[in-house]
T-cell receptor
Framework: GAVVSQHPSRVICKSGTSVKIECRSL??????MFWYRQFPKQSLMLMAT?????????EQGVEKDKFLINHASLTLSTLTVTSAHPEDSSFYIC???????????FGPGTRLTVL | DAKTTQPTSMDCAEGRAANLPCNHS???????VYWYRQIHSQGPQYIIHGLKNNETNEMASLIITEDRKSSTLILPHATLRDTAVYYC?????????????FGQGTTLQVKP
């Protein structure tokens, strides 16, 4: 299967700081990537669709000014959590579509803890 | 909202087949049925997907009913490492939005 990586795997930051998470498709190009968030004992919640070369599309209730998404190349999308607060602590997961198989592959996730 | 319904939990004996059902009565003609699983604190792992026909790969088999309103994921010989949350999701692949909306999934516990 196709491989998607995320960096960092875990991050701890102070309240009020910004954190950037990278998502890379390692062996395929992805014009479309997605960002999800998962709280403990809950399912994945789609946050936004990241399209290469254009603005991200955010799901209802997700603040676009707080969760900045950039998809500058066909293999890299970044999510920046701005002015992070403890309630932003969560497991953030990205995915990328392999067009040739109509399949979405997921990264290993990034555990964000805001103190 | 998720367009699928799955049992909350299931148990399976190690070495036996695990059959996980999923209802998707409102599936559209261009939507696939995808199965993923998530082991604690990891990203979802792709298992298999299908449109109309039954599918098989090295991990599992997917049986889709003729009316496409339900499907069953079959793990032929479950092992302890198959203990995970299994998600059945319908989506249009790369055709339109590509979005996958996750439901609560089925927690499969494989027991020795």
């Amino acid at each position: 299967g196709a491989v998607v990586s995320q960096h960092p795997s875990r991050v701890i930051c102070k309240s009020g700081t910004s954190v950037k998470i990278e998502c890379r498709s390692l062996d395929f190009q992805a014009t479309t990537m997605f960002w999800y968030r998962q709280f403990p004992k809950q399912s994945l919640m789609l946050m936004a669709t990241s399209n290469e070369g254009s603005k991200a599309t955010y799901e209802q209730g997700v603040e676009k000014d707080k969760f900045l998404i950039n998809h500058a190349s066909l293999t890299l999308s970044t999510l920046t959590v701005t002015s992070a607060h403890p309630e932003d602590s969560s497991f953030y997961i990205c995915s990328a579509i392999l067009v040739s198989t109509d399949t979405q592959y997921f990264g290993p996730g990034t555990r964000l803890t805001v103190l | 909202d998720a367009k699928t319904t799955q049992p909350t939990s299931m148990d399976c004996a190690e070495g036996r087949a695990a059959n996980l059902p999923c209802n998707h009565s409102t599936i559209s003609g261009n939507e696939y049925v995808y199965w993923y699983r998530q082991i604690h604190s990891q990203g979802p792992q792709y298992i298999i997907h299908g449109l109309k026909n039954n599918e098989t790969n090295e991990m599992a088999s997917l049986i889709i009913t003729e009316d496409r309103k339900s499907s069953t994921l079959i793990l032929p010989h479950a092992t302890l490492r198959d203990t995970a949350v299994y998600y059945c999701i319908v989506g249009d692949g790369s055709g339109n939005t590509g979005k996958l909306i996750f439901g609560q999934g089925t927690t499969l516990q494989v027991k020795p």
